[in-house]
C-alpha cells in the first residue's frame, strides 16, 4: 500500500463531519475531502508543501486528479480551505488523526516523551523591540509631557486665564486628547497666528505636546502587544526575540524572531503540540501539560524530559496531579562527575551531615543563617542559608570564595529530596530505557521534522497562522509514521 492510499484509509475513518459543515459548501465548491487528501499527502511525502506546490500537484499528479475528478484548483482555492476550514479546526483533526493511528495499549499508558525546540519565524532578525526601551524611555516621555502642561499652566496664569491642568494624574492618551482639543478650541477663538508676532506661544506647545502623545502612544502600544515577554518583532508582533542554534548569514549565534514548539511523543507519535513565547523550556512545561490535560481529558501517566524541564515548580506540578515524573535537572550531570581538585569546592560535591548541613573541603561545617520561603513557582519552597565562618586565614579561600564574609551556600531541602528521588528513579533499568526512548523519539520527531526534510523556518506569520502550519507539518509527521509501521517502507514512501 501507497503512503497515498494510506491517507486515504485514514480520513476514511475519520468523521469529518465535526469540523467540516457540508451544509454550507457551495454546490460548484471543491470537494474538501478531496482537498485534504492532497494537503496531508503532500505534508506527508514533503514535509512541507507550498500552495503552488499543492496547485501543481492537482494539476499533473494522476492520483489527485482522479479524486478531484479531473477539476484543478488554483492555490487560491487551497489557501481559502486552509483559512477558512482548517485554521479553527487543526487541533481536534490532529487530535483526531492521533487516536485513529495510535495503538490502544499506548493512548491506555498514556507515556509522554516531551521535548522542545525553536523555529525561526517569517520575520527581519533587524525588526526587533525590547521590553527594556518601554521601562527606560516611557517615564522619560512622561516627564516631559508633564512639564509641557506645567508650561502650558503657567502661560495661562500669566494671561489671566482661568485654566489648569493636573500634573499629578497619569498622562493617558485620552487624557491629552483632552488637553490638545480644549487648546484647540482656545486658539481658534484667539487666533494662533498673531500679525507680525509669529505663532502663538500655546500653539508650539501644543505641537511638542502632540509629539510627546505619539511617542507615549506607541510605548502604551508596545507594552500591550509585549504582554509578558521581553520583546518581540515588529514584522510579526507574536514571535518573540530567541536565541538561535545557527545563523545563516554569518554562521553565529544570534538572537532572531521565533517560536519554542514543545511536542509530546508516545509511541513514536506527536500526540500534542504547543506553541510557546517562553525562551526557557521549564516554564513551558506546565501550560503543555494543562493544555494535553484539555484536549485528552486526563493528564498523562508519565512523563520523561531532558534536564531542561526539571524545576522545583515542575516536580511539585507533576506530584499534585499523579505523574510520574522522569525530569533530569540542570548540574545532573555534573553532579555524577568524580570529585577532583578543581570541582571539590562546588556544592554538589561537598559533604554533608546527617542533618544535610554543607561540609567544607578542610572539614568545616556551615552554619545557618536565615531561613526564607520563595512563592515564585506558585508553590512553597524552603531555602536554607549557609555561612562558613572558618573562612579567615584559610590555605584554600581563595580558591573556594571571594566573599569577604566567608564562603556561603544555599540548600533547598525540598528540591534536593526530589533531585534524589529522580537519581534513583534514573539509575535504574527502566529509567535508562525511558531516557533512551525519548532520545530516539522526541529528539527524533524534530530531527526528522528539521534535517531530514528541511523544514526548520516558518513560513506563515502571527501564532493562529503557525498554528495551522506546524499543525499540518505534525500531521504529515505522523502519517508518514503511520506509513512506516504499517510495513510501508518496503512499499516505497514517496511513492
Known amino acids: 500500500m501507497t503512503l497515498f492510499h494510506t491517507i486515504q484509509e485514514v480520513i476514511g475513518r475519520i468523521n469529518i463531519e465535526k469540523w467540516i459543515d457540508f451544509h454550507r459548501q457551495r454546490r460548484d465548491a471543491y470537494d474538501p475531502i478531496a482537498l485534504l487528501t492532497i494537503i496531508l499527502f503532500a505534508y506527508a511525502r514533503y514535509g512541507y508543501a507550498s500552495l503552488r506546490q499543492l496547485e501543481e500537484m492537482s494539476r499533473y499528479d494522476l492520483r489527485c ?10 492555490y487560491k482555492a487551497y489557501q481559502r480551505f486552509i483559512n477558512h476550514q482548517l485554521k479553527g479546526s487543526i487541533e481536534e483533526l490532529s487530535h483526531q488523526v492521533y487516536l485513529c493511528i495510535q495503538n490502544q495499549k499506548a493512548l491506555e499508558e498514556a507515556i509522554l516523551m516531551i521535548d522542545g525546540t525553536k523555529f525561526e519565524a517569517n520575520a527581519n532578525k533587524m525588526t526587533f523591540y525590547w521590553g527594556a526601551w518601554v521601562k ?36 493617558t492618551l485620552k487624557y491629552l486628547i483632552e488637553i490638545d482639543e480644549r487648546l484647540d478650541q482656545w486658539l481658534q477663538e484667539v487666533g494662533a497666528i498673531r500679525k507680525g508676532r509669529g505663532i502663538h506661544p500655546v500653539a508650539k506647545l501644543k505641537r511638542e505636546l502632540g509629539k510627546v502623545a505619539k511617542s507615549l502612544f506607541s510605548y502604551a502600544l508596545a507594552k500591550d502587544i509585549l504582554g509578558e515577554r521581553n520583546s518581540f518583532s515588529k514584522t510579526d508582533p507574536d514571535a518573540t526575540m530567541m536565541h538561535m542554534k545557527y545563523d545563516y548569514y554569518n554562521h553565529t549565534n544570534v538572537f532572531k524572531p521565533g517560536y519554542n514548539v514543545q511536542i509530546g511523543v508516545n509511541n513514536g507519535y506527536i500526540a500534542y503540540s504547543q506553541i510557546s513565547p517562553d525562551v526557557n523550556d521549564m516554564k513551558t512545561a506546565i501550560p503543555f501539560l494543562e493544555g494535553y490535560r484539555k484536549q485528552f481529558g486526563e493528564y498523562p501517566k508519565m512523563v520523561v524530559t531532558d534536564a531542561g524541564y526539571g524545576s522545583f515548580g515542575n516536580y511539585v506540578y507533576a506530584q499534585l496531579h499523579q505523574i510520574q515524573a522522569i525530569m533530569k535537572y540542570p548540574g545532573y550531570q555534573k553532579k555524577k562527575e568524580k570529585v ?5 569546592f562546588q556544592l554538589l560535591h561537598m559533604k554533608r551531615t546527617e542533618e544535610g548541613v554543607p561540609i567544607c573541603p578542610e572539614g568545616y561545617q556551615f552554619e545557618a543563617e536565615k531561613v526564607t520561603v520563595d512563592m515564585k513557582t506558585g508553590f512553597p519552597r524552603t531555602t536554607i542559608h549557609y555561612r562558613n565562618q572558618h573562612c579567615e586565614g584559610c590555605p584554600m579561600r581563595s580558591r573556594c570564595t571571594t566573599s569577604k564574609k566567608g564562603r556561603s551556600a544555599r540548600v533547598s531541602p525540598q528540591l534536593e529530596k526530589i533531585q534524589n528521588q529522580v537519581d534513583a528513579v534514573l539509575e535504574t533499568e527502566e529509567g535508562r530505557k525511558f531516557m533512551a526512548q525519548r532520545s530516539s523519539q522526541a529528539e527524533g520527531a524534530f530531527g526528522d521534522i528539521k534535517k531530514n526534510f528541511g523544514y526548520s523556518l516558518l513560513r506563515r506569520r502571527g501564532e493562529s497562522g503557525v498554528k495551522v502550519e506546524l499543525g499540518l507539518v505534525i500531521l504529515g509527521y505522523n502519517l508518514r509514521h503511520y506509513h512506516h509501521q504499517k510495513g510501508g517502507k518496503n512499499a516505497e514512501v514517496m511513492k
Open 136 to 171: 527606560r524611555y516611557r517615564p522619560r516621555h512622561w516627564q516631559k509631557a508633564m512639564e509641557i502642561v506645567k508650561q502650558l499652566n503657567r502661560c495661562f496664569k500669566t494671561q489671566r486665564i482661568e485654566v489648569h491642568y493636573s500634573i499629578l494624574k497619569e498622562p
Open 65 to 74: 486528479r482522479l479524486i478531484l475528478q479531473g477539476q484543478t484548483p488554483s
Open 340 to 344: 577532583t581538585e578543581k570541582n571539590q
